[in-house]
């Protein structure tokens, strides 16, 4: 059974996504950021690194197209506007090639912290697209990191999610039914 709700994920997706912020920081330096993953959850379990370089940073243009569209048109739409955008970095594994990143947006935490979402759309094997199983309703990956003023921080990756929308209010529904865990995130700036 799928659990629906909103997690501290979507909560972090409803403010970037939906609500103008005053003085949000959406361009900074180039970045890498890797992190512990600790899977527990229906699609396996299991700790591994987590690879994300953020090579630019979503504008407010990006990111008010992409609340438009969720919340005007839907899911479905988000998506294809999400795929339309230019790459703002890759995730990865040591051990596999990345791939794209479509959105990314930091603000400013308590303490000299940051908040930061980063969106994509899930990679669909060959198999997955021919034979369409459940999974493919389940198209985004969200990431929300907390990071503090050393660049060090936690956060989760929702891998095989659907954004819904109830009134006012982005909720991720998980496919695997919880986010893997991310912790001991180090952040450095890249050239």
């Known amino acids: 059974m799928l659990k629906t709700g909103a997690l501290g994920v979507a909560l972090a997706a409803a403010v970037v996504l939906s609500i103008p912020t005053v003085g949000a920081q959406t361009r900074g330096e180039r970045e890498e950021f890797t992190a512990t993953a600790v899977v527990n959850n229906n699609l396996g379990a299991g700790i591994g690194r987590v690879i994300m370089r953020v090579t630019r940073w979503s504008t407010e243009a990006e990111r008010d197209l992409l609340a438009r569209t969720?919340?005007?048109?839907?899911?479905?739409?988000?998506?294809?506007?999400?795929?339309?955008?230019?790459?703002?970095?890759t995730?990865?594994?040591?051990?596999?090639?990345?791939?794209?990143?479509?959105?990314?947006?930091?603000?400013?935490?308590?303490?000299?912290?940051?908040?930061?979402?980063?969106?994509?759309?899930?990679?669909?094997?060959?198999?997955?697209?021919?034979?369409?199983?459940?999974?493919?309703?389940?198209?985004?990956?969200?990431?929300?990191?907390?990071?503090?003023?050393?660049?060090?921080?936690t956060g989760t990756l929702s891998y095989a999610t659907k954004i819904v929308t109830r009134g006012n209010t982005i909720e991720l529904e998980n496919f695997a039914s919880?986010?893997?865990?991310?912790?001991?995130?180090?952040?450095?700036?890249?050239d």
Do not use: C
């Open 91 to 153: 995730i990865r594994t040591p051990d596999s090639l990345g791939y794209d990143l479509r959105y990314a947006h930091q603000e400013p935490g308590e303490d000299g912290g940051r908040r930061i979402v980063i969106a994509t759309d899930r990679p669909i094997s060959f198999w997955e697209a021919a034979n369409r199983p459940r999974t493919v309703d389940y198209p985004f990956t969200v990431i929300q990191m907390q990071m503090d003023k050393n660049g060090e921080g």
């Open 178 to 190: 919880s986010p893997v865990m991310l912790t001991e995130i180090r952040s450095k700036k890249i």
């Open 70 to 89: 969720l919340l005007k048109s839907g899911p479905e739409k988000l998506l294809d506007v999400l795929q339309d955008q230019r790459s703002v970095g």
